[in-house]
């Protein structure tokens, strides 16, 4: 498995990946935004494929994380894990001191990967992400000190 930083030919790839393990993946626009000022970005890849990608904005004394897909098959291999560590050094790399993201409230596989790398829920975010077919879903605002 190796780590490295997102490029612009990844992102057919990244898109791909995302529509295969959620029901409203990013679009082209969207991830080329994460090679705007202050956005980090990392891919994991084996075999030459991209398995997982982690995509956040640095601003001030935090970050953000925007995106975090694993391959379906790839998944509770620790992939997600490592692609977050490597936003919390890149974290500590820019003197940040605390990680934001948002997790869709029925996402309790996601849900227990942020409490266990000492996420915790500090607020709500209601009617947050879409869901289908034509309904909202509260989103759990987590934080984590770096």
């Known amino acids: 498995m190796q780590f490295r930083s997102m490029t612009m030919d ?3 790839f990244c898109l791909a990946l995302e529509s295969e393990v959620t029901s409203h993946p990013w679009s082209r626009d969207a991830m ?3 090679f705007k000022p202050y956005h980090w970005s990392c891919v994991a890849e084996t075999d ?3 398995v997982g990608f982690c995509v956040g904005l640095l601003v001030a004394d ?3 994380i925007l995106n975090v897909a694993v391959a379906a098959d790839q998944q509770r291999q620790g992939i997600g894990s490592q692609l977050l560590q490597r936003a919390f050094q890149a974290c500590e790399d820019a003197g940040a001191l605390e990680v934001f993201l948002e997790v869709r409230q029925s996402n309790d596989t996601a849900q227990a990967l942020y409490h ?3 996420f915790h829920v500090v607020g709500i975010r ?3 992400y ?3 077919p034509n309904g909202r879903e509260h989103a759990l605002i987590m934080a984590r000190t770096v």
Do not use: F, H, T, V
Request: charged share 50%; no cysteine; hydrophobic share 25%.
């Open 10 to 12: 990844d992102i057919p």
């Open 32 to 34: 080329e935004r994460a």
């Open 48 to 50: 030459g494929r991209i």
């Open 62 to 64: 935090e970050m953000s």
């Open 116 to 118: 266990k790398l000492d």
């Open 126 to 128: 209601e009617n947050y």
């Open 130 to 132: 879409p869901r289908k």
